[in-house]
């Protein structure tokens, strides 16, 4: 019968508000690129509703998939954005679909040169290029600190990363901002935060809560942060195993990295920042020892991580020539007259022993088995062996 069928009419879905803050893609003027990733571009821009520098992620993809995901990033990043080591952000758009975040940025012009980098891995880089590291050396356990406050922060709200990397933290000074021009201001600023990091792309972060295995979600990020500090204290590798890369015979690097990887075999230090190393980035080179492990279960987690570095950092004093290194890899080390002295092996034990500090950096630290060589007996004075024994417990016949 004519006219008896009807199209369906198509009912609209009802659309759950996304409850998150707003943005309006019209206000942004974009001024320059910063960032271009797999999934999204990143700009610098002007925000005309409150005239402020802002960061604008943009997705480049228009797959359902991709808009969910980046949605998911959204959230993730709005419902954690009160905390200081976390990207600030501060807005969503959906035509087309993008984050708005707060610009942050690390200003070289308070060093009197005209140069500002975001994210760690770009700072790493262009101090290793261009000045020498250890002006600014004591800034990196400044940024693990934050680094792990941001990560305890996840994952204490049941969020993993999952994609730790020093492109992904970012690096900011804009805080001196407020006391430019005042000598005195600026200095006492600096002093009490010279560097603040930010964690930031949540683009593969989930919440723990909706995966099977949680706890290994974390433990991943363990990982990665392990592999962070081998690039802090390598800043002139650029990335963990690139030398044992260079030397591979293998057909092509994935195969070669799959096998290193197989093999349990962690990644080198460089040769080039070995006394701030063993100096200044001591508890970086610890941090990696504990988290780079092969065995997941063995990994500490951030609040261990933290314990450790809040209260090396309380404990922290620039050393004095006099300090000595005992390490457990193939010599130990010592600084006399300026210059490391470097002696073969001798020990299965890690020690660092300064006049502020003693530790062992080996889980099976057996006081025991520790023997002092008469030939750095000389370089310890008695507030040495006072710290070796009150921290490590260890006694030897010089202190009896
Ligand atoms: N809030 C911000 N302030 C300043 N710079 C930023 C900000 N957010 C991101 N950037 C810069 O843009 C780069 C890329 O950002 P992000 O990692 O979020 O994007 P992505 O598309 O996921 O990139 P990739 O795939 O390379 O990880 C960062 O390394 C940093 O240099
Ligand atoms: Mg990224």
Redesign the pocket.
């Known amino acids: 019968m004519e006219g008896s069928f009807k199209l369906p009419k198509l009912v609209p879905k009802q659309k759950k508000d996304l409850e998150l803050p707003r943005f309006d893609w019209a206000s942004i003027a974009k001024q320059k690129k910063?960032?271009?990733?797999?999934?999204?571009?990143?700009y610098?821009a002007k925000h005309a509703g409150t005239a402020q520098n802002?960061?604008v992620?943009k997705l480049?993809s228009v797959s359902i998939d991709s808009q969910t995901r980046f949605v998911e990033e959204a959230k993730i990043l709005n419902s954690v954005k009160g905390h200081r080591n976390i990207?600030?952000f501060l807005g969503f758009c959906s035509e087309p679909h993008s984050i708005m975040?707060?610009?942050?940025?690390f200003d070289f012009g308070f060093f009197g040169v005209e140069k500002s980098?975001?994210?760690l891995?770009?700072f790493l880089q262009f101090v290793d290029t261009e000045f020498e590291f250890s002006s600014v050396a004591n800034l990196l356990p400044v940024c693990v600190k934050d680094i792990l406050a941001g990560l305890d922060y996840l994952h204490n709200h049941n969020i993993a990363h999952r994609?730790l990397?020093p492109?992904?933290?970012?690096v900011?000074n804009q805080h001196l901002d407020d006391v430019a021009g005042d000598d005195k201001a600026m200095a006492k600023a600096y002093e009490e935060c010279p560097i603040v990091c930010?964690l930031?792309?949540?683009?593969l972060s989930r919440s723990v809560d909706i995966q099977t295995n949680h706890e290994d979600l974390k433990r991943a990020d363990m990982w990665s942060l392990g592999l962070v500090m081998h690039i802090m204290i390598n800043p002139d590798l650029g990335s963990p195993y690139r030398a044992e890369l260079e030397q591979s015979s293998a057909p092509d690097i994935h195969m070669a990295l799959k096998d290193l990887l197989t093999k349990h075999r962690l990644p080198q230090h460089g040769a080039k920042y070995e006394q701030l190393r063993i100096t200044s980035w001591w508890q970086l080179e610890d941090i990696f020892n504990r988290c780079a492990n092969f065995d997941a279960m063995a990994r500490p987690s951030t609040a261990e991580m933290l314990c450790l570095i809040n209260k090396s950092l309380v404990n922290y004093l620039t050393p004095p020539p006099n300090d000595l290194v005992l390490t457990t890899r193939l010599h130990r080390k010592y600084p006399k007259d300026g210059q490391l002295q470097i002696s073969p092996t001798i020990s299965s034990v890690y020690l660092h022993v300064s006049s502020y500090c003693a530790r062992a950096a080996l889980p099976d630290f057996t006081p025991a088995l520790c023997y002092l060589p008469n030939d750095l007996a000389p370089f310890l004075h008695k507030e040495h062996y006072d710290l070796m024994y009150a921290k490590l417990g260890l006694r030897f016949a010089q202190n009896l």
């Open positions: 910063l960032g271009s990733g797999s999934f999204g571009s990143v610098l802002v960061v992620k480049k990207s600030k975040m707060q610009y942050s940025r980098v975001s994210s891995a770009d994609d990397k492109g992904n933290i970012l900011c930010q930031t792309d949540f683009g």
